[in-house]
């Protein structure tokens, strides 16, 4: 075979490989755009009649309406989620939620959303999976929750994730504790996944962190005092006080936090101990505490405080007295006084609370 000849060969590969290239490409854009504008036409469809349902002047219309809804929507994951989408707008835009609530109801009624869901969860890919975990979730389809815990040790962490917060949404203290200790010792999970589990658990938090506090590392309790502080949990408070006088650093701060949120008198002695701490987040923490309790002792630490050494303690103290409504002398004697940097920092929060 002469030379000519392979190099008309090898031209006619690179024009057939490049052709099918383009074709493949063309059909895939051709189905993605097919698929774009199916799913239009159906969100129309969609948003009719889930306006007509609403705008109904008989049940027989409601029911028409609520049966075409669940015609369009068939067996579809994706065109449940637009109606699902529709009716969180329409949520937002104020309409009676118990109205939202019945038409989603009847509509679950014939297309059995939890099957839909489940075959995902059986069947799907990763991402799939995810995503059904959270849907089964949201339509509070408990008989599921050990199918959901099967993923809370899956290698793809987005998986987990999704299972573990649905698993916090069904309210499963044991199985979100045992996720939380699961993930104890894996530093790039962010502690704000913590909170989101505490703060979409729909169980009873007392007992949650209570069985994950008992079991898990010192960096884990840190970080669950910090999620349950916004719920000043009472039964954790015999914790809060051994913690806040105790030497972790990183314990004793989330303690002096979670014991300051409380505002409750009975913690002023500990806080003011605290806000004389060598450590200026300790102190930081303690003032905002005091704050919070606002007795009379208590506000002259804050006051006092607005000259502390650090910039960081002097700005907490300052936003602080702002919030607490102190006097307009009070300000004007830090104002005008001779300390520049408890003056700078008062200023500092009230340009930040006019908006300057």
Known sequence: MNFELICVIAVLVCILITSSEFLMHYFLAKNLMSEKAENKDVRHRLEIFIKGAFDAPTVRCSEYEISSIASVIGTNDLYYDMASDIFDRYRGEGKDDAVVTSIEKGINEIVHPVDIFAKMLDEGNVYQKSHACRRLADLEASDYTDKIAEHIESNDRDLAYNAGMALAQLGNSELVAKYIISIQNDRNYSSRFVDELFVVFSGDRTELAQLAFDKCNDYMKTTIIKAIEPFKLEAFRPVFLAGA????????????????????????????????????????????????????????????????????????AASCLISTGVSASVLEEILGGSDRFAADALKSELYRNVGV
């Open 245 to 316: 006088v105790g030497n972790d650093r990183r314990l004793k701060i989330s303690c002096v936090k979670a014991l300051g949120a409380f505002g409750d008198e009975r913690d002023e002695q500990l806080l003011q101990m605290a806000a004389t701490d060598n450590d200026w987040v300790i102190r930081s923490s303690a003032i905002r505490g005091l704050s919070n309790i606002a007795t009379h002792t208590a506000l002259e630490t804050v006051k006092s405080a607005i000259y502390d050494k650090e910039w960081w303690v002097r700005r907490t």
